[in-house]
């Protein structure tokens, strides 16, 4: 299931600043996206995609953001542009992003990502687009879960 947001969704959006204090994750996804969508975590399930338009993840560094939505279930979010330290945060915790900057996805579009090629196939209005090419290394960290099992596997770190 795709969920589709629109532009400047901001991390205060993603997970309101009073939730940030906990370290029980399981409460970061409770509360995931209320404040713009507070039917989300009632309907979210594990592997859904989140849609958005430009500058997705933009406002504070709070790596708390891209951790909630992962522990909702969210398998990839796909948008126009990312907010940079959003960006880096979700792949360091290993949540996938897109950045498709032409896509018309909206919610309840059915939708499949080719990691590999970076092809996101939208089967509900029979299009393909383009992901912008990930980094090698990133793409290493995704497949590893996040920086930390990378680093744990790569390497000559004591974490």
């Known amino acids: 299931m795709v969920f589709s947001y629109g532009d400047n969704i901001d991390t205060d959006r993603i997970i309101p600043g009073k939730y940030t204090k906990t370290l029980d994750m399981s409460t970061l996804a409770q509360h995931v996206l209320e404040d713009l969508d507070p039917t989300f975590k009632d309907k979210v399930q594990a592997g859904d995609i ?43 915790i290993g949540l996938p992003l897109l950045e498709v900057r032409d896509h018309d996805i909206e919610t309840g579009d059915d939708v499949t990502v080719d990691f590999t090629t970076g092809v996101v196939t939208n089967r509900t209005k029979n299009k393909t687009y383009q992901a912008a090419a990930l980094p090698q290394v990133m793409i290493e960290i995704l497949n590893e879960g996040g920086l930390v099992p990378y680093l744990k596997k790569h390497g000559d770190y004591k974490i």
């Open 50 to 92: 989140i849609a958005a338009g430009w500058n997705f993840g933009c406002g504070s560094s709070r790596e708390q953001a891209p951790v909630a939505l992962k522990m909702a279930g969210v398998s990839v979010v796909i948008a126009r542009t990312f907010a940079r330290i959003f960006f880096r945060n979700a792949i360091n």
